[in-house]
T-cell receptor, first 115, second 112 residues
Framework: AQKITQTQPGMFVQEKEAVTLDCTYD???????LFWYKQPSSGEMIFLIY??????QNATEGRYSLNFQKARKSANLVISASQLGDSAMYFC????????????FGTGTRLQVTL | SAVISQKPSRDICQRGTSLTIQCQVD?????MFWYRQQPGQSLTLIAT?????????ESGFVIDKFPISRPNLTFSTLTVSNMSPEDSSIYLC?????????FGQGTRLTVV
């Protein structure tokens, strides 16, 4: 079975600073994908970034980067130059490649960006 | 990225009634997924909807409570039947485009 662990229920960061949101995962399958989503108070799930288990380089998308450490089974999200609009819930998720294809989510981290 | 239109965006319903949520995708997809997010919780998969076959339900979810239709490759509906206050949640549909998974805007359901 797959499992995602996010140990930070809440985080604070000052505007313009960088912040790292932690995510560890557990799977015995060698082929998988890791996702990060942002959920503002409106409830929609906004896709941020994706990392495949065989990708050689860490994924980056604008101010978002994924610090992928395969041996440690961690996939931390780094947000650079935080903005007030980054305040939201952030979820880490995993998909094991195959017929199941469902996403397994962590419990989320609530990020608050302050002035 | 895939554009997913989900409606209604929110609703307040009386207990014992049913609500049907619609999900429209701008491209053809093999599988569509329905998730539930109870207040303050993470997302849990309800079922996977494949066109032309019965939906596959996860443990704890049954077809009588959450019937799903998938009439074509761009559309699906989820019905929440005989609602109780415990069904108050955000319901989201999701599809894959390549390796990436995208979600609709969500339906915020409150049962009173």
């Amino acid at each position: 079975a797959q499992k995602i662990t996010q140990t930070q229920p809440g985080m604070f960061v000052q505007e313009k600073e960088a912040v790292t949101l932690d995510c560890t995962y557990d799977t015995s399958d060698p082929s998988y994908g890791l996702f990060w989503y942002k959920q503002p108070s409106s409830g929609e799930m906004i896709f941020l970034i994706y990392q495949g288990s065989y990708d050689q380089q860490n994924a980056t998308e604008g101010r978002y980067s994924l610090n992928f450490q395969k041996a440690r089974k961690s996939a931390n999200l780094v947000i650079s130059a935080s903005q007030l609009g980054d305040s939201a819930m952030y979820f880490c998720a995993m998909r094991v490649t195959g017929t199941a294809s469902k996403l397994t989510f962590g419990t989320g981290t609530r990020l608050q960006v302050t002035l | 990225s895939a554009v997913i239109s989900q409606k209604p965006s929110r609703d307040i319903c009386q207990r014992g009634t049913s609500l049907t949520i619609q999900c429209q995708v701008d491209s053809q997809v093999t599988m569509m997924f329905w998730y539930r997010q109870q207040p303050g919780q993470s997302l849990t998969l309800i079922a996977t909807a494949n066109q032309g076959s019965e939906a596959t339900y996860e443990s704890g979810f049954v077809i009588d409570k959450f019937p799903i239709s998938r009439p074509n490759l761009t559309f699906s509906t989820l019905t929440v039947s005989n609602m109780s206050p415990e069904d108050s949640s955000i319901y989201l549909c999701s599809v894959y485009e390549g390796t990436e998974a995208f979600f609709g805007q969500g339906t915020r359901l409150t049962v009173v």
